[in-house]
C-alpha cells in the first residue's frame, strides 16, 4: 500500500497543526510532563533512565534497547551500570548535612559506593561548590574515573565545621546495560530525519527535560500526520549513548538525510541554532530560514565540535547532517549545570514556541522540492487562470510575487528553499504559490 | 569589407561624444520631445502608439511591425486591438464631470465602448480613485478582462452626488493589429545589445516618455558612431510587446549579448540599475562600475521577476543579460501611475544624466576585452618607452598606475573591466592605459 | 643522511628562540646593526651595496654575485656601475652650501660626474627640493636617464642667492658590475622560501635598513633551526636587482613555495601585510592569521602591482606565492624618501617585534601540515590518554577544544592553518593539539 500523498495545504500542516491548540494548554502540557520527569535520578545507565524512557513509552511508541557493559563501541567501552539509592554526609551530632535526598545533584554523578568516616580536611578533595554562585549546587560527573563525591552550594559548604562526618553513598556500579530508546515513524520513503536527546542528566530542567518534552510532542504530532521522511527519536545517554548507537547502526547512517539534536529549548532565552560541521546542510538552511521567518530573536551559530551529541553525528567519518537546536547555549547560562535549572528555569510558553519552531523547520524539509516551469519562455499568463489581479496598474502583492518567483526560478535547478531563500518570501508562502502553479498546470514535479 | 576599428580615443568616445554637447541644450532637447509625445493617448495597440512610433522614425531609421489579433505568442493571444476617439460622464445638467479631453488617465485603459444612463450607485463600480493622493488620477487597465471604467481624482469623485449620469466610451475594440518598432544598427559583429522600452503608456512622463526619448538618443548617437556590436532598440507594449517580439524571435535571441530595458530614468531621483536575472552577466558588471565611478546617488538592486520587461527576457526559458536602468523605482514614488508623473516630474538634466550614464555603460561593453602581456617575467621597462616618470623616488600616479594594472592582469584570464574593478580605477582610463601598452608593443589585443 | 624531525616543542619553535631573548638587547642589537650600515652610500651598484654585503656577511653565510654591465635581463640590461667620492656645490666665497660630505642624500642617485661653474639660475633645474617639508633633504634618483643633480632642504635652496655656483659631483659611471648576495639555507626538502630586501637605498633607515636587519637575524636565527623548507635570502638592489635574479634563475623558481619581501618594518606604526597576487596564497593566509592573533593594531592590503620586489616576484610570467611585510607603507607616511627616515625614525622595539613576527608566521609555514583522525568514528576516549579533564559537568578550556578541532576537521582536507581558522584557535595551540593526538596514536601526518 502507498501512503497516500496529502495536499499543499495539508503537508505545510505540522505547524498549523501545532497552531490548531491553545498555546496556554500546549505549554503547561509540556511543562506538566517535565514536573514529572525531574525527579528521576537520572544517569548513562540505570533505573532512572530507564524510568524515564517508561514515561516517554507511554506517550508514544518506544523500542528500548539494552547494552551490556562491556561491549566495544568504537573507541569506547560501555561501562558499568550506575544505581543508588541514597547518599548522605552526616555531622557529629547525626545530622544529615548534604542530603541526596534532597536534591539529586548531592551526589557526584556515578560515585562509587562508600561507607566511611572522615575527617572534614580528608572529605573536603571530594566536595564540589561552585564560589562564584553561593547558593547553587553543581551539578558534576565521574563517569569513566571511578571516584566518588558530593555536590553541594559553597554556602552550605562554609558551615561545615572541622570535626568528623559520616559519610554514605549507598550505590552500586556493576556489570548491567547501558539503556536507550528509540520512536521510528515510518515514512513514504526510507530516508531518514533523526531527532536526538540526551536523557541522562538528573534535576535538571533546561539541559535536557526540556528536549525531552518537545520530542515526545513532535513525535506525537508527526506520528498523526504524513510523512515523506521516515523519522527515528533517539532518547540516548549523552556522548555513550549516540556513540553506542552509531555503532549499532553503522551500515545504516546513510539513509539519514537530516538530523537535530534538541537540548535546552525551555528557557526565556532566543533561540541558538548550531549549524551542522558542512555547514550548508539543508537542515541547516531550513533552520535559518524559518528562524529568521518568525519573531523571536534567534542567532546562527556556526559548527563547533564541543556541544551535545552532533559531536558524534558530525565526526569526520559520519559527517552527517545534524544541527543543534537551543534556546540559551550550554556553558552560557549561569543556571548551567547546577541546582537552578530547575522547573522555574523552564516556561510553558517556551516549550511551546520551541515546539512550533521545530514543526515549522519540519515541515521546509518535508515540502522542500524542486519543481520545472511548463512554461519557460516568457511569464505564463497567470490572469486567465485566476492566478494575477485583473485591473492592471497598481502594485502586485506577496502572493502573485510568490508565483512569479517560483515561475521564474522552477528551472530544475533551484528547490523550493532556494527560492525562498532568494526571494525573502516564507517558505509555507513559496510553497503555496508552487501547489496552485502546478495545480494550474504550469509547473510540474521533478 | 571589414569595419575599420577605431582608435581608442574615438573608442571609448560614446560618453565623450554626449559631452561635447551643452548638457542644458541637450537636456531641454529630450524634455521637448517628451512633451510632444505626452499627450497621445497610448495603450498596447492602435493609433496613440502608432503615432508614437512615427514620431520616433522622424529622428532614428525605425522598421515597424504589425501582428494580428489572435496570434498565438507563447501562452499569450495577440489582443484586439483598441481605439478611442472620446469618453465623459455627464451630470444631469449635462456638465462632462470626467472627461478624456482633459486627461487620457481619465478612461479605463482597454475600455469597452459603452453608452449608458446610470445611477451613481452603479456607476461607483467602475470608478477608480486613489483615496490617499486625493488630487491624483489614477492609471488604471483591464487589457484581458473586459470591461469598462473611468479613473479620477478621489476629490473629484467626493464631489459626485447622487443621482444619474450619462456614461460614453466612444472606443472600439475589434480584430486589429499590434505594433512595435525596431530599430537596427549593424556593427562589426552580428553579437547583438537590445535596448528595450515600452512605449504603451498614455500621458505618463517618467513611465515611460523618458525612456522612450534616451533611447532614441541613444540610437541616434550610436548610429553616428562604429559599432562593434549591433544594436537593436525595440519601442513595444508592455508585456505582450515583449512576448510577441521574443516570440517571432525565438531563433535568433542567441545572438544577444547583453540587454537593457530603460524606464524612468527623467525624475529627480537617483539611479536603480535592476540586475539580471544571471546576476553576474558583463551588462551587469559594467552598470555597477559605471554607477560606482560616477557622481550621482545610485542603488544596486537584485533581479526579481516583477518590474519591467526585464521579466520576459529574463524568464528562465531566455534568461538572457538583460538589466533595466530606472531613477526612481516602478511603484515606489507617489506619483508613479498617476496624473502627477506629468512633465514637471521629468526634468532635462536628468533625462541628459541618463543618456550620459547609458553611453558609458556602452563604452565598457563595446571596449572591454582581454589582452595578453608580451612580457610577463617582470615588469617591462616602460622608461624607455616614455610610460614612466623620468625621476624615481617620488609617488606615481593613477595613470601610471593604471599601466601596472593592466601588465600585471593581462595574463589572458582577466578582462580590462576585471582589471577595472580589482584596481579601482576607472574603466576609460584601465582602457587608454591598454591602448598605450598595445601601442607600446607591449600588449596584444586575444 | 636524512635530517632528524623535531618534535613539536622545539618545531613552532622560532618564535620561542626569539623570546628566549631579552627583547630590549634584541632590539637595541638590530639597532645598531642598522646604525652601522646607515652611513654608506649605496646604489643599485658601486661600492656601497658591496659594504653593505660585507658586513651582513659578518654575520650570516652570504654568497656575493656580479652580473657585468649591458647583461640582458629580460626587457632591461643591467645598466653602467656608479660610485662617488664627493659632491659639493660652493658659492662664490667657496663655502660648500651643499655637501655630500654631510648627507649623501644630497646627491640625485646615479648622477653622472660634472665639474662646472653655473649661474643659479641654471643650476635650479638640477635642484630637487620637497617645497611642502622644507626641513629635509629628499630621495632622488636618475637610474635610466643619465643626469645629474643635487638634492636639498627647501630652507637651504631658499638660502641660496643669486650669483655663480661651482658644481662638483666626482663620480664614475662605468662598466663595471652589478652586485647582490644570497644566503641559503638547506633544509629537509629542496621547497623554498625566499626573503628579499633591497639594499640600494643610501643613508634611508625605515626603508630599507630596517628589512636588512631583520632579515640578517632571521637568517641568523633559521641556520641554527632544522628546517623543513630551504630559505633563500635575497640582498638585492631594488627592481633591477629582482629582475636580474629572476632572470638568472628562471628555471629554477618553481621551487619556491613561499616568500617575503620584507622592508619599513621598523617604524613605530601598525604592521601592513600585502598580499601577493594570488591573494589566497599560503604565505597570505599565513600572515593574517599570526596577524590576528598577537597585539599591535595592523592592516591586510590586497595586492596591487605598485610596491617593492614584489612587483616582480609576482609579475604574471611568475606569480609566485610571495606577499610584503611592512610597518608604514611606502609613499604614505611623510619621512618616506627623505632626510627624515633616519635611526632616530626606527626603533629597537619595533625592530624586534617585526623579526618576532616573522618568526611567527614561518613557524606556521614549517608546521603546516595535512593529518589523518585514524578515529573518525564518533569522538575517541580522550579522558583515557590523559587529553581530556577527569570530572566532567564544568566548562572545557581551550587547551581540549583545540584537540577535539584537529579531530574533526583532520579528514585529509584540512591543514592545520585550516583548522586554526576555523577555530579562532592560534596556530601554536592547534599545532601543539595535532602533537598530543599523534603522539596518542589518534592522528597521523599524511
Redesign the interface.
Known amino acids: 500500500m502507498t501512503a497516500p500523498i496529502r495536499t499543499l495545504n495539508e503537508r505545510v500542516g505540522l505547524r498549523k497543526a501545532v497552531d490548531q491548540r491553545d498555546p496556554a494548554e500546549l505549554g503547561k502540557e509540556l511543562h506538566a510532563f517535565a514536573a514529572q520527569l525531574y525527579p528521576i535520578c537520572r544517569s548513562i545507565s540505570g533505573e532512572g533512565i530507564r524510568q524515564t524512557l517508561e514515561l516517554i513509552g507511554e506517550r508514544i511508541p518506544l523500542r528500548k534497547f539494552s547494552v551490556p557493559t562491556g561491549t566495544q563501541?568504537?573507541?569506547?567501552t560501555v561501562p558499568k551500570e550506575w544505581n543508588i539509592r541514597d547518599a548522605y554526609v552526616k555531622d557529629s551530632s547525626g545530622r544529615r548535612v548534604i542530603d541526596f535526598q534532597k536534591s539529586n545533584l548531592h551526589v557526584?554523578?556515578y560515585s562509587t559506593p562508600i561507607r566511611a568516616s572522615l575527617a572534614l580536611s580528608d572529605l573536603k578533595s571530594h566536595l564540589?561548590t561552585i564560589p562564584e554562585q553561593p547558593d547553587r549546587i553543581?551539578?558534576?560527573?565521574?563517569?569513566?574515573?571511578e571516584?566518588w563525591g558530593f555536590c553541594l552550594s559553597h554556602n552550605q559548604f562554609l558551615d561545615m565545621h572541622e570535626g568528623w562526618y559520616e559519610v554514605c553513598i549507598d550505590a552500586s556500579l556493576d556489570n548491567g546495560v547501558l539503556t536507550y530508546g528509540e520512536c521510528y515513524l515510518q515514512g513514504q520513503t526510507s530516508d531518514e530525519v533523526i531527532i536526538s536527546c540526551h536523557a541522562c542528566h538528573p534535576s535538571l530542567a533546561n539541559d535536557n527535560l526540556s528536549g525531552l518534552t518537545v520530542a515526545t510532542s513532535l513525535a506525537k504530532l508527526l506520528s498523526e500526520c504524513d510523512r515523506r521522511y521516515s523519522y527515528r527519536f533517539l532518547f540516548i545517554p549523552g556522548?555513550i549513548g549516540?556513540?553506542t548507537w552509531?555503532?549499532r547502526n553503522?551500515d545504516a547512517v546513510g539513509r539519514i538525510r537530516h538530523g537535530l539534536v534538541l537540548t535546552c529549548v525551555g528557557d526565556a532565552g532566543g533561540f541558538h541554532y548550531k549549524k551542522s560541521?558542512r555547514g550548508n546542510a539543508e537542515i541547516d538552511r531550513a533552520a535559518e530560514h524559518v528562524l529568521k521567518h518568525q519573531a523571536e530573536p534567534f542567532s546562527i551559530l556556526e559548527f563547533?565540535?564541543?556541544g551535545y551529541d552532533e559531536?558524534?553525528y558530525?565526526?569526520?567519518?559520519?559527517?552527517l547532517s545534524v544541527g543543534c537546536l537551543m534556546r540559551s547555549v550550554w556553558?552560557r547560562f549561569p543556571e548551567y549545570?547546577t541546582s537552578a535549572d530547575n522547573l522555574d528555569f523552564i516556561h510553558p510558553a517556551q516549550l511551546a514556541g520551541s515546539l512550533r519552531l521545530c514543526a515549522a523547520i519540519f515541515d521546509v524539509l518535508e515540502n522542500n522540492r524542486k519543481y520545472r516551469?511548463l512554461?519557460?519562455?516568457?511569464?505564463?499568463?497567470l490572469?486567465?487562470r485566476n492566478l494575477y489581479r485583473?485591473?492592471?496598474?497598481?502594485?502586485?502583492g506577496e502572493e502573485i510575487?510568490a508565483r512569479?518567483?517560483v515561475?521564474?526560478?522552477?528551472?530544475g535547478e533551484h528547490s523550493l528553499l532556494d527560492i525562498a531563500e532568494r526571494?525573502g518570501i516564507s517558505f509555507p508562502r513559496i510553497c503555496e504559490a508552487a501547489e496552485q502553479l502546478r495545480e494550474g498546470g504550469l509547473l510540474a514535479s521533478i
Open positions: 563501541v568504537f573507541d569506547w557526584l554523578n564540589f553543581p551539578y558534576r560527573t565521574s563517569y569513566y574515573k571516584d556522548t549516540a556513540i552509531l555503532a553503522q560541521r563547533s565540535p564541543d559531536r558524534q558530525c565526526s569526520p567519518g559520519f559527517n556553558g549545570h516551469n512554461n519557460p519562455f516568457c511569464e505564463p499568463q490572469g486567465r485583473a485591473t492592471g496598474g497598481d502594485a502586485i510575487s512569479l518567483w515561475l521564474s526560478l522552477s528551472d526571494s
